[in-house]
């Protein structure tokens, strides 16, 4: 637990949001669902949940800049501070009533990630982190798992579908990390994987084409359990999404065999 007054005000807000997306689950014919772009689902879920954290953020902060999801930004007065949120990460799970999605929430002063919640509503795990107090999964403290060797570790991944991703290179990357590791997995919801890494349930995740939103709250995470989370080909992770992550030996592993396949 971390009893500061900013994480009060961040689980609060999530726990809000997470009542309207239990609500809203199993729902999905009054959801209005509609698309995006390909494959890219939005529903009245996505829509109620962000305007609520904007509401309850803005109240407690009322200065703080906005970037969510759905709203796009909101230029705040306070130039330092900005909210990124994803009201519902792991749309396309929720809408197959799949319980892996989350609510995730990332503080950022002057571009670096302060504090993280990232909140599954469908099991209540709730997981928090501020820079310098740790990170904590309920009440308990999180530290990465410590495997050494790929050949031990389960690692997580995203895939590129149908209107976004570079396929030729997911194939390769697969190719090339599937038969290093003990096992792959693809859950679906990019802030959930990455605080599975946290926990030291995942020995390490990658994925590309990320959105802020989608890693802002994850990266503390990490950091706070003691581990490792950078851009995969050195740039600037919440500008490119292109994420690895796990403990130092892992992360550095997960890079090393990825950077070179990259066509950046
Ligand atoms: P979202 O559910 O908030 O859109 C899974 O690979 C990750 O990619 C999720 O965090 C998901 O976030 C994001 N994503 C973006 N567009 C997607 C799509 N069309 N289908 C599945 N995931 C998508
Ligand atoms: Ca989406
Ligand atoms: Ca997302
Ligand atoms: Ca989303």
Redesign the pocket.
Known sequence: MINSALMNVMVKAARRAGRSLKRDLGEIEHLQVSLK??????SLA?KRAEEMLYTDLNKARPGYGFLG?EGGTREGTDKSHTWIV?P???????LHGIPQ?AISIGLAREGQIIAGVIYNPGNEELYMAEKGAGAFLNDSRLRVAGRQQLHDCVIAC??P????GDFELSRNEMAALQPKVAGLR??????L?MAFVAAGRLDGYW?R???P??VAAGIIMIKEAGGLVSDIDGGDLLKTGDVACGNEVVHNSLVKILRPLSRK
């Not at 772009?37 to 939005?42: E, I, L, S």
């Not at 579908?161 to 976004?164: A, E």
């Open positions: 772009g390909p494959a890219n689902f939005v996505d999801e994803d519902l990460d792991g749309t396309t799970n929720f999605f995203g895939l579908h149908i209107g976004r693809r859950f679906g919801a990019a802030s994987d994925e084409n990320l959105q939103w989608d």
